[in-house]
């Protein structure tokens, strides 16, 4: 699966025109042409129904993000560190919307047009938070407010439903993990997508030690998990599924207390610099694995 | 000869002192954190299958990579060569960046195979590029370097586009001794025990190759047959470390080198006391980043031993006496000082010609475009400040290859090696991260501030030894190390903030602006000219101190001048185009192999091939995979190793 040489690579003029009419069309009613440089805020503007003319990294989106798919006739403008300044020009967006960590790329994006800057992620504070007042104004600046205030309700619904579903839930703590190979793995903590999610379903995070990575998560030694007997432990997925074996074999893993006791979920894969939409999907997966039902 | 007498007692004495500084604290630490395990069942599980494992694994890792880094130097005959000249690792992490890419769902056996085949195909690559030139050290080096630039420069890509998918890739390649069960160890011990019995067979006919090829044929050894089973003794040990505990640096290379200034001197003694370091550094920085805790206990221990051991190496530099002569470097065939000339001019002619093809072709939103057309025409306004960006550091880093090769009398001596562009690497990253400001204008200030302390800090060293070519060469791969694994940190950790550094890391013009291009073209140009009135040192220094001598100079202040000179010329191309391009590693080279050999012919030669390869590649790069733009720096590094290795038939 070389995901940058497949079929959307080379999308050529024709098709690029096609799809840039019907954002072209869409902001003719509505208001600007958009070019989105981020996966959160990509996945959130196609989560509310706006379509834009150019979006980062579009391959690497619908391999990892993946849902909700990219638009067809979406043009792919590049990686979203070192988008196509030449394309950008000839795109000649409204507005190009970024994260706080592509400040660096102002300078060559201004000349082209405004740009608008979310922040979800800072190392501190509620990313859900950030998220939801992100998406109120994405949905501003595309000219559709009420679509962002119905996007953050759905949300509410979605972890209401969750919620009753873990009614019956035995209260123990949730560990919520991601495996890269037999030997190392992150555990999202505090300020991270995963943990306000957690709060939202009334569940508690097991581990309360303050994250080390932007992400919201700390990278540990399975040493420091030992003592998190009580624990549900969640998987989060991996493209390589198979490679967590390594570490499932290994004897210090298989003799921790909720491993021996199975308590041991999986999910599937999730970005961890999500916006809602992902934040709405893993509560729904989470629910599942944990009440064993799947979410109203 | 009571002197050299008094200095053989002093030798190992000293070592072992250096030895036992280095083991004491270990064990200190490790007692100290085995009272800390917890009581009872779990403390048992931990200490059974995780400190216990992870402490023999880091003594036999230690050992190993130190055992290998022995052999390497002795049989290529250079004190830069380490475990992974041949290009090991590098053939490791791209076969394991292609299996995570293109069959994700490989069991981690499966990727461990595919590491294993990517790390001995390299090797082998190596080897069969330095047939041809009879195995010779130097034959051996500059094969090792093509396929590991190659391999290293594909890997680079791959994780360049897919970065979001490879996290588990860069992981591994920031090394980490973490074990959860005695298989590591249960691979590893007997590999080593194995390989250091073979390795005392072999240390008597290694020390004669290790003169020179002479003497060794002089005894009746079959040369190639020798330096195969060494090099295939120590790359497979190599590999199984690589395979068990990702990439560890600087091991290696610092363990055999701290051993020879703690004195041993002969190869025999090396093979013995190079280990004992290893094993002894290895586990102290461990025990160190085991103990010191979080938010370090994250820390991996191959990023943990580049930061420790590098200012070790730095501290030691000044008692390392040179030890293995450096590689000769044969003079083919030289082309009459009139030919050279024309040479010169035909690529300057060539490298003007690249800039307007790059100006004017490219592919854009309807496809190609070119001509004078209003579409190519609006583009240019963004196309020209990266192909003259691209045109002045090319020539500024080639040029500063040669003097760098000819101020050492290293083929592997180039602009990036010497640390200051990974000074300038550096500088940005402490900037974004631990001052938490981006933007281009801070992070130019902060690139300059960078290579210019790493500048200050080679010319203070520098100043004690009489700017001793080996000695600076082996400061800057220390600090290139710790940049290196500094950056593999960040890379693992999946921070977009790495990842919009990744670009300019990479060798790429993205961020080059119009007021920098034309800037960097005038510093080409001065510098240029500034390096040609220099010719006459350019011309002796690499004939030795007599010759340098002889002409009523002073050594010192002869390499003093010609190191200044490349690294004001390094500072000036990495601002631009970062620190990893290596093409000031291919233009001398180029330029050499063109006939280009008089000192004023090869540093103009080369800084054109350097602008040409720069250009082409950054055309290459931004017309390949469009929308997507490659790094510049990596597609040279890509075309232009296979290019080198075309033209390195002739090397012996």
Redesign the interface.
């Known amino acids: 699966?070389?995901?940058?040489?497949g079929r959307r690579?080379f999308l050529?003029?024709g098709a690029?025109?096609a799809l840039s009419l019907s954002a072209r069309a869409f902001a003719a009613s509505t208001g600007k042409v958009l070019v989105s440089l981020d996966w959160g805020i990509s996945e959130t503007l196609y989560a509310m129904g706006i379509p834009v003319v150019g979006a980062a990294s579009v391959t690497?989106y619908d391999?990892?993000v993946a849902d909700p798919p990219t638009p067809d006739g979406t043009?792919?403008?590049?990686?979203?560190?070192?988008?196509?300044?030449?394309?950008l020009?000839?795109?000649a967006p409204d507005l190009v919307l970024i994260?706080s960590?592509?400040?660096?790329?102002?300078?060559?994006l201004q000349p082209i047009s405004p740009v608008e800057i979310t922040t979800i992620y800072t190392r501190d504070g509620s990313p859900y938070a950030r998220a939801c007042a992100a998406t109120r104004v994405l949905a501003t600046h595309a000219g559709r407010p009420d679509a962002g205030a119905a996007l953050v309700a759905t949300g509410e619904t979605v972890f209401a439903g969750c919620r009753a579903a873990l009614r019956g839930y035995d209260g123990r703590p949730v560990v919520v993990m991601k495996v890269?190979?037999?030997?190392?793995f992150i555990i999202f903590s505090k300020c991270g997508l995963f943990h306000d999610v957690l709060e939202k379903l009334g569940l508690t995070n097991g581990w309360a030690?303050p994250p080390?990575?932007?992400?919201g998560a700390?990278?540990?030694?399975?040493?420091?998990l030992?003592?998190y007997g009580e624990a549900n432990v969640v998987v989060i997925g991996?493209?390589?599924?198979?490679?967590?074996?390594?570490?499932y074999?290994?004897?210090?893993?298989a003799?921790l207390p909720f491993v021996k006791e199975r308590r041991i979920k999986h999910v599937p894969s999730f970005?961890?610099?999500g916006a809602l939409p992902t934040a709405h999907r893993f509560a729904g997966h989470l629910t599942a694995a944990l009440a064993g039902v799947e979410p109203a | 000869m009571t002197t050299l007498q008094a200095r053989r007692h002093r030798g190992p004495l000293y070592g072992r002192w250096l030895a036992a500084g280095l083991a004491v604290p270990a064990a200190g630490l490790a007692l100290w954190r085995l009272q800390e395990l917890p009581g009872g069942e779990i403390g048992h599980l931990l200490l059974v299958y995780s400190f216990l494992p992870r402490l023999a694994l880091s003594l036999i890792c230690g050992a190993s990579l130190a055992l290998c880094g022995t052999i390497v130097q002795a049989v290529l005959r250079n004190p830069l060569a380490e475990p992974t000249t041949l290009g090991t690792s590098a053939g490791a992490q791209l076969a394991l960046t292609i299996a995570a890419l293109w069959w994700p769902s490989l069991p981690w056996v499966g990727r461990e195979a595919a590491a294993i085949i990517g790390a001995a195909t390299a090797t082998m690559l190596s080897c069969v590029l330095a047939w041809r030139g009879g195995l010779s050290p130097l034959s051996l080096i500059l094969g090792g370097l093509i396929i590991g630039l190659f391999c290293g420069a594909a890997a680079a890509i791959l994780g360049f586009l897919h970065s979001e998918q490879l996290t588990d890739v860069f992981v591994w390649s920031s090394g980490s001794l973490a074990q959860y069960d005695w298989s590591g160890v249960a691979v590893l011990l007997p590999q080593f025990l194995v390989a250091a019995g073979l390795a005392a067979l072999l240390a008597r006919p290694l020390t004669v190759v290790a003169l020179d090829d002479d003497s060794a044929r002089s005894l009746g050894i079959s040369l190639g047959a020798l330096r195969l089973a060494a090099l295939a003794l120590a790359v497979a040990l190599a590999a199984s470390v690589v395979c068990v505990a990702g990439v560890i640096g600087f091991v290696g290379l610092g363990a055999p080198t701290v051993a020879r200034a703690a004195g041993a001197r002969s190869l025999r003694t090396q093979l013995l006391w190079s280990p004992v370091m290893g094993a002894a550094l290895l586990c102290l920085t461990d025990q160190v980043v085991l103990a010191v805790g979080s938010p370090f206990a994250a820390l991996p221990t191959g990023t943990a031993t580049a930061l420790l051991g590098a200012p070790l190496l730095l501290w030691l530099l000044p008692r390392l006496r040179e030890g293995h002569p450096t590689p000769q470097q044969t003079l083919a065939a030289t082309a009459p000082a009139r030919r050279q000339g024309r040479r010169v001019a035909g690529l300057a002619v060539l490298g003007l010609l690249a800039i307007l093809i790059a100006l004017d072709i490219g592919y854009a939103l309807h496809g190609w475009t070119a001509g004078l057309g209003a579409d190519a025409l609006s583009l240019l306004l963004w196309r020209w400040p990266r192909v003259l960006g691209a045109a002045g550091a090319g020539g500024m880093l080639a040029a500063a290859g040669v003097l760098l090769q000819r101020l050492t009398g290293n083929p592997m001596a180039s602009p990036e090696v010497l640390g200051v562009s990974s000074g300038a690497g550096l500088g940005v990253i402490i900037l974004v991260f631990a001052v938490g400001v981006t933007g281009p204008g801070p992070q130019l200030a902060a690139a300059a501030a960078g290579s210019a302390l790493v500048l200050l800090a080679l010319f203070l060293l520098g100043r004690r030894s009489g700017f001793s070519p080996q000695r600076l060469l082996l400061a800057g791969i220390a600090v290139t190390t710790v940049f290196g694994a500094i950056a593999a940190l960040l890379m693992a950790s999946g921070d977009p903030r790495m990842r919009m550094l990744l670009g300019w890391m990479s060798g790429s013009t993205y961020l080059v602006t119009g007021a920098q291009a034309i800037a960097g073209l005038i510093a080409c140009g001065l510098s240029l000219a500034g390096m040609s009135l220099l010719f006459r040192l350019l011309a002796i220094v690499p004939l030795g101190n007599q010759a340098i001598r002889a002409l009523g100079l002073s050594p010192a202040k002869a390499r003093a001048a010609l190191l200044l000179a490349a690294s004001l010329a390094t500072a000036a191309g990495t601002l631009l185009v970062g620190p990893l391009t290596f093409v000031g590693l291919m233009g001398p080279h180029l330029a050499r192999l063109l006939g280009l050999r008089g000192a004023v012919p090869q540093l103009w030669g080369a800084a054109a091939l350097g602008a040409v390869i720069m250009v082409l590649a950054d055309w290459a790069a931004r017309n390949l995979l469009y929308p997507y733009q490659i790094p510049a720096g990596l597609l040279a590094s890509l075309v232009g190793g296979p290019f080198l290795l075309w033209s390195m038939r002739n090397v012996r």
């Open positions: 699966m070389p995901p940058i040489l690579a050529t003029g690029a025109v690497g391999s990892i043009r792919d403008v590049g990686l979203w560190a070192s988008p196509n300044i030449e394309l020009h000839q795109l994260q960590w592509q400040a660096g790329l102002l300078p060559l890269y190979d037999g030997r190392n030690g080390t990575l932007l992400c700390s990278s540990v030694d399975l040493a420091s030992a003592g991996t493209p390589g599924q198979k490679a967590n074996q390594k570490l074999d290994s004897d210090l893993w003799s970005w961890e610099f």
